[in-house]
Structure formats: C-alpha cells, structure tokens
C-alpha cells in the first residue's frame, strides 16, 4: 500500500513547526519536516522527528473508566457521560455553580478550549476556568497587556533574523524552542550581537556574545541599571517617547535610585558589563528582546515583564520589524488557549468578564445569563480542593507533577467531592479521578493552533484514535448537551465561525483561510492578510505606558539550613510531565531517567561523584535523583528538570505566588543536597 502524507502541526512547544506524518495502514509510521511551513521551512528538533512516537503506544487510554474502590473499571460512554452530568449538577445544586472548576488546555485546539470554557460558563454560571498559562506566561497576558494593551508577542519569530542586537533574558531556546534559535543563530552569523542574561550557562549562553550570569531573580536590578544608564548618557529614543509614551517622568525618577553601582551590587554583574550591554542594545538600529520563564516564573514574575518592555519602549523598539519584545509561548497552543478566554476574567478575545456591556454581548450570543465574578486560577482552584471547589473536571493538564509543592497538589486531589480527568494516558493526575476520559491526540484530531507569533494553524487528521477514545471537540459536545446546553457543532470549522462573530481581532479566520500558511492575528475580515507585528503606528492600548517595576527578591534565600539555590526547568528531549516524550524511544534514549546538575566544586565538598544518587530537600519535601556535575550551574546552584515522576521537582518547589498573575516561584527556593548511601545490590 502506497503511504499517505497528511500535514500538520507539532504537538508539543509554542513554535508551532510544520510536520508532515506519513501514515501506512491506518498508523503513523514517520514524521518529517514541511518544507513550505512559513515558520519551520523544513526543519525541525528532535521532539518533532519524534513526535508520531507515542500516537499508538499501548499505554493510550482505550474506553472511559470509573473509579471503584482503588481500582478502576471500564464503563460505557453513555454511563461515563451519564455519571459526570448527575455528580456536576447534583455538586452545583448543593454548593452553588462556583463549586465547579475546570481546567482547559493549552494542549487543545482553539474550537476545544472556546467550548470548553463556554460549556463551563453556561452550564454552572461560573469563570472558574483557567489552564497552564497560569504556570507559565501569566504574568505576559498582564504585564504586556498594561504596558502595550496586547500579552502576545510583538513581532514574527523570522523578524529575529534581522535584529542587530538580541537580548535574551530567561530563555533556553536552544533546548526549549530550538527551531527559534536557528533564527537566533541566522542574526549572530550575519553580525548581530546576542547578549544572554541567565543564571544558568545554557547553550544559548555558550553560543553568545555576552553572557551575564546573573543572582537568581535580580533581572529587574539589572533592567533598572541598564535603563538609568541609558538614560544618563542620552540613549534613550526622546521622539518615541514623546510621541507614543506615557509614564516616563514616574519612570526616570524612579530609575535615580538604580544607579549602575546598586545595580551591580544586587545582580551580581560588573558595572561596565551592565553599562557595555545596556549601550548594545540602546545603540542597535533593530533590537529584539526576547524572555520566557526565568522572567515570568517568579514572585516578581509580573513586574519583571515591566521591566522588560520599558526597557524596549525607552529604546523605541516596538512597532518596527526586526525588533520587539518576544515572549516566547511554551505550549502548542497556550496562545490559542488564552485568546480564547480559557482563563478566569475573561471571555475570547480577552473581552473582561466584569464588564457589564461585554457580558451582555455573550449572554446575548450563548443565551443563558453568565457570572460577573472573575473565577478562580489553576492554583486557587486547586489550593481549595473539597472548600470552595468541590468537583474539578481536567482536560489535557496533570498538575500532580506540574503544580508547586506537589505534595500539597495530591492531599487536594483527594479532597473532591468528583474528579474527571480527561487525557490520552492514565497520567499521575488521573490515577486520582474517579472518571477516566479517554481523548483523542493531535494525530486524530482537526482543528487549530495558534502558535507564538499569533498565527492559527490547521492541524489535520492523520489516523483513528484507539479503542473506544473520543475527540476533546465530541466529549465536550456530548456532556454540554447532556448538562442541557445546545451545543449543535459537528465540526470545528463551525466553532471558528462562531469566535469570529465574536471576536473583532478574529472575525476574518476561516477554516478554508488557513490551508497555506495559517494567519497571524489580528486578522479582523476577510479580506485581511493578517498581522506581521503589533503596535504599528499606535499601541493596541493608544500610548504605550512606562510602569515604574516593583522589585521584590525572591521569596526563600538560601541560609545555613537549606545552602543552595534550586532552580527548575527543561532539556532539550523531554516535554513537562513527561507523558508524551518518555514513551518515545527516541526521546528516552537522549535521557533516560531523572537528574540534577551541580557544580563541580560543591559536589567535590560534599563527596558527591558524576552520577552518584543525592537527596534535594526543600522545606516542602525531598526528593531523590542522580548527580550530573557540571559547570553549566553556578557554585551554590542546582537545577532540576520537572519531566520525571521518579523524582518530582515540584515536590521541592516554593508555591508562593506572585500577587499580581498567580504565578508561582518555580525558578527559585532553597535546598539542600546530600549524598544518598549506595543501595545494597547496587553495581
Ligand atoms: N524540550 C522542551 N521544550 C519546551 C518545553 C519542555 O518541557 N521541553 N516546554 C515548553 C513550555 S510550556 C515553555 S513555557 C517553554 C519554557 O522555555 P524556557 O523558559 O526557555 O525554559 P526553562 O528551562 O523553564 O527556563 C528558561 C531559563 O531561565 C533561566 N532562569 C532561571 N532563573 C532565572 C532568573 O532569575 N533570571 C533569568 N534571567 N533567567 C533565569 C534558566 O536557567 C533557564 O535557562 O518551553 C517550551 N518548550
Ligand atoms: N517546577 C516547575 N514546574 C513547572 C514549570 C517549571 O518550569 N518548573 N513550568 C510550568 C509550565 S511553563 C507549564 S506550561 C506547565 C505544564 O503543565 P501541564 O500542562 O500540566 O503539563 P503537560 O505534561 O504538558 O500536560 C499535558 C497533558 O495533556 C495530555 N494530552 C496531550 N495531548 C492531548 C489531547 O489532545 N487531548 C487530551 N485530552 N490530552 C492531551 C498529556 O498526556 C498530558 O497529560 O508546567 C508548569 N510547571
Ligand atoms: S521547535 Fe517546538 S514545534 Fe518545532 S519541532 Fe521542536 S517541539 Fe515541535
Ligand atoms: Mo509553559
């Protein structure tokens, strides 16, 4: 039989590559890259090569399964469905609708996360729906949408190509968004120069001009003595400022208690490389700046985002091509997920939910009388497990390893009155459910994505989902229909006409649109070619606004007890929690099993040799895993990867939250390591 070649998108990080699967009797057997893919023009990392690996491994979730008892057994989909409206309803009749939450997904289609949300708003009268953003680029939706009116990123991923000077602060792009730091690479070989801002010596770091080892979460310290330098030495671009600013008098006065020196002092950083890395950028013709989680994931994650655009904005580096500030998206579709409202204050389209006009509008268009309260976030939804939320319905997320301080995760998930969890595999979250869903994987499905430069993509089905296992489009259909809701859509194209109706910035996405190369939003009729990058000739919010950034250190410092810095994140050939990238043996083979990097120097002090077993403890919990030393940490530092369930970094992590976006401190807590004994047989 000859193989069918279908196009599609990548399931896993915010980039959005184009892959093509080649498909023999029924079953995906390869991936390859789309040569024409606007984005990934025929590339792409080892996670895409990778990605039809797990589509039909033997683990993926065949039929719905209930809890009985500690075991679970199989059930119908009419019983499955049947069972999750009576315990839905008889929960909100008893506590009120707002004893409901549900978690979306950044892994979910747009048309998926636009029904979900809508099915949770109309059915219970409730916002409590939200979704991994909260864990990643909350603090961009906030800090961008204050500072310019838009949390997307301001530019394309190809404009980084043409930038004279990139600024990359908190990013690991080579390991996290590899096919963005081809372009990265494409500037610094036509001459641009790459600053790298990390505590960490990343391979983004070892491949850059300059690289400031920064003190953990001291970046606006930095900002702050980069700016005033600027400042002082007449840098910074006065006719932008004048023109399409407001702000900067709050701003400068605030920029004189930064001088360069203090600023040195708290970051860690000589003065004359803050000064020499403040005049690159400020005296680039094009400047970019692109960030991710070392500047959202802390308790200051919003404020750091502040800082980050006034610094792009004094530059007047917004509104041009080859410049920009670039939050780079982490999931598929957490772009997607956001605009269309699967967050807790608002509707599609970031229409807020408190603003009575914008609430009539959709209890208008949806028919059913909608609540003005914003709604609860992923980690309050999940801090008042059996309090104020007493059933939690989970598409596509598992918190039991994603959350901070996981421990305290899992004591909540046993707190419900009825969890659903609805995935492709029985992940660690699911194991607590007492109703199994099982979902389809993008291999099966239709639908879009919307990746980091804001363009919606068509993900086209290749293969039949396993067993018994249903589209996230279907089940969501299914169970708002039996919760009473009319929900007539028999496909996805359908949804997007509806979102268009209600979203102005949407309103020319059409299905038929997106065959060739997608469309960046804002994309308001049909006639428009979409939007290359934002700001143009005014911010989206009219003038750009200076905001004065609110330091605050982060929470938990390192002291006698707990003498090192933990940090957590990501390598280059694992995905999150891992449920997708570990059942590829490809992926396995690069890493196997959990590890933590520390310095050669600490590791000599405290007797610890290249893959020796160590304890991290944390005044959470501890956990143990193998030693990998090396001097990509700093001395006093060590780093987790959060992919592995045999040793959960988040069992360490510190869930204090950033008061503004509810972002937790997963870049920095104290810990302390020790040298496990050897088990008895090892050898
Ligand atoms: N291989 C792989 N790729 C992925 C993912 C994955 O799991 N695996 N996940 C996707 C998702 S959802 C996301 S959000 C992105 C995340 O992508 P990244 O943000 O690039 O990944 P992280 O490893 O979380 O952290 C980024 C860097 O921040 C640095 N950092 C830590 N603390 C600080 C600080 O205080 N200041 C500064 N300036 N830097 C700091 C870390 O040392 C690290 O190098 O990746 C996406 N791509
Ligand atoms: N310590 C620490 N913790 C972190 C971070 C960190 O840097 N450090 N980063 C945070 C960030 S940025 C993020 S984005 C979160 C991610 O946190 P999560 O979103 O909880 O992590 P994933 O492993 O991506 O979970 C996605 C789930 O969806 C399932 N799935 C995949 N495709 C489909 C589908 O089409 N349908 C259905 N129904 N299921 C599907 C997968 O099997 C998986 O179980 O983690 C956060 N947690
Ligand atoms: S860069 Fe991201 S979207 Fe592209 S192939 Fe790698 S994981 Fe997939
Ligand atoms: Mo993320």
Not at 614 to 627: L, Q
Request: proline share 5%; aromatic share 8%; with cysteine.
């Amino acid at each position: 039989m000859n193989p069918d070649f279908i196009k599609t998108i990548c399931p896993y990080c915010g980039v959005g590559c184009g892959l093509v699967l080649k498909v023999e009797d029924g079953k995906v057997v390869g991936t390859y890259p789309d040569k024409e893919h606007p984005v990934s023009r025929g590339t792409l990392c080892i996670k895409g090569w990778s990605a039809h690996q797990f589509v039909h491994h033997a683990d993926r979730l065949k039929t719905p399964l209930v809890k009985r008892g500690d075991t679970f057994e199989k059930i119908s989909w009419d019983d499955a469905i049947a069972l999750a409206v009576e315990k839905l309803q008889s929960t909100a009749a008893r506590y009120g609708g707002d004893a409901i939450g549900g978690l979306s997904s950044a892994k979910c289609t747009n048309e998926e996360n636009y029904l979900f949300q809508k099915m949770i708003r109309m059915a219970f009268k409730t916002n409590n729906v939200d979704h991994c953003a909260r864990l990643c680029h909350a603090p961009t939706a906030v800090g961008m949408g204050q500072t310019t009116g838009s949390g997307a990123m301001t530019n394309s991923i190809s404009d980084l190509a043409g930038a004279e000077c990139i600024l990359i602060i908190g990013s690991n792009a080579a390991e996290s968004h590899p096919i963005i730091m081809g372009e990265i690479y494409k500037a610094a070989d036509r001459g641009a120069a790459v600053v790298v801002v990390d505590p960490r010596k990343t391979a983004v770091a070892e491949n850059a001009q300059v690289h400031l080892r920064i003190n953990p979460g001291t970046d606006i310290p930095l900002l702050c003595g980069m700016m005033r330098h600027i400042i002082d030495e007449g840098l910074h671009n006065e006719k932008f400022i004048h023109d399409r600013m407001e702000g900067f008098d709050e701003l400068k006065t605030f920029l004189r208690s930064w001088p360069v020196e203090r600023a040195a002092k708290e970051c860690g950083i000589a003065e004359e490389e803050i000064r020499r890395v403040a005049e690159m950028y400020a005296r680039a013709k094009d400047a970019a700046a692109v960030y991710c989680m070392g500047i959202t994931q802390h308790a200051c994650g919003t404020a750091n985002v502040h800082a980050v655009c006034d610094l792009a904005m004094l530059c007047g580096q917004i509104g041009k091509t080859f410049s920009g500030v670039y939050p780079l998206r982490g999931q598929n579709n957490v772009q997607g997920a956001c605009d269309m409202g699967a967050l807790p204050n608002v509707y599609p389209g970031y229409q807020s939910v408190s603003v009575p006009a914008v609430k009539e509008k959709f209890e208008k268009a949806w028919g059913r009388e909608l609540s003005a309260k914003p709604g609860l976030t992923v980690t309050e939804m999940i801090g008042s497990a059996g309090k104020d939320i007493r059933a939690l319905y989970i598409m596509a997320e598992n918190p039991a390893l994603s959350d901070p301080d996981v421990n305290h995760v899992l004591e909540s998930l046993t707190k419900l009155d009825f969890l659903i969890v609805q995935d492709i595999f029985l992940t660690e979250t699911a194991k607590f459910a007492d109703l199994v869903l099982p979902a389809v994987c993008f291999a099966e499905k239709t639908g879009t994505y919307t990746n980091t430069e804001r363009r919606f993509q068509l993900l086209r089905k290749a293969v039949e989902p396993p067993g018994e296992a249903k589209g996230d489009f279907e089940i969501i259909c299914l169970l708002a229909n039996a919760l009473g809701l009319d929900f007539p859509y028999k496909h996805p194209g359908e949804v997007m006409e509806e979102i268009a109706k209600l979203v102005p910035e949407y309103g020319g996405i059409r299905f038929d649109r997106l065959e060739k190369a997608g469309l960046q939003w804002p994309c308001p009729d049909l006639k428009h070619e979409g939007t290359r990058f934002l700001h143009d000739v005014q911010f989206t919010r009219g003038k750009g606004l200076f905001i004065v950034p609110a330091y605050t250190p982060p929470f938990e410092t390192p002291d006698g007890e707990y003498p090192y810095w933990l940090s957590t994140g990501r390598m280059f050939a694992h995905y999150h929690t891992g449920t997708m990238t570990r059942r590829s043996a490809f992926l396995s083979r690069e890493m196997e099993g959990a590890y933590a990097e520390m310095h050669p120097e600490d590791a000599i002090k405290a007797g610890i040799r290249e893959g020796d077993r160590i304890r991290i403890t944390s005044r959470r919990g501890s956990i143990v895993t193998a030693a990998r030393i090396t001097k990509r940490v700093a001395r006093g530092s060590v780093f987790a990867p959060f992919h592995f369930t045999e040793a959960r970094a988040n069992i360490l992590t510190n869930p204090v939250l950033d008061p503004i976006s509810k972002i937790p401190e997963f870049k920095a807590c104290a810990a302390r390591i020790e040298k496990e004994p050897h088990e008895k047989h090892e050898r």
